[in-house]
């Protein structure tokens, strides 16, 4: 099965109960990270890959994810805490 970004957050999302549109996957610098506001509170975001089809299956984006969101001690009610949050920017 060919991997996609949408295939592995899709994933991710329906494993962890995330709404889809707080959780990315987009690559800087050559290498892909999670984005949007849940990945903003996770402690690391880099996956250190290059390439959506290298040598990880789904279940291995499953499993760094996991690795990654358990090391940020965040609520379990991942949703409500994005929802808990006052994401506007001010300007000084």
């Given at each position: 099965m060919r991997l996609?970004?949408?295939k592995i957050v899709t994933a991710v999302?329906?494993?962890h109960n995330i709404k889809?549109?707080?959780?990315d996957l987009d690559k800087f610098e050559g290498e892909y990270y999670w984005s949007g506001?849940?990945?903003?509170?996770?402690n690391e975001t880099c996956?250190?890959?290059r390439t959506l089809n290298s040598n990880w299956t789904l279940v291995d984006?499953?499993?760094?994810?996991?690795r990654i969101l358990a090391a940020s001690d965040l609520p379990s009610d991942l949703n409500a805490?994005?929802?808990s949050i006052d994401w506007s920017v001010e300007d000084d």
């Amino acid at each position: 099965m060919r991997l996609t970004k949408q295939k592995i957050v899709t994933a991710v999302c329906v494993k962890h109960n995330i709404k889809p549109e707080y959780l990315d996957l987009d690559k800087f610098e050559g290498e892909y990270y999670w984005s949007g506001k849940l990945a903003a509170l996770l402690n690391e975001t880099c996956t250190y890959k290059r390439t959506l089809n290298s040598n990880w299956t789904l279940v291995d984006w499953q499993k760094h994810f996991e690795r990654i969101l358990a090391a940020s001690d965040l609520p379990s009610d991942l949703n409500a805490y994005v929802e808990s949050i006052d994401w506007s920017v001010e300007d000084d």
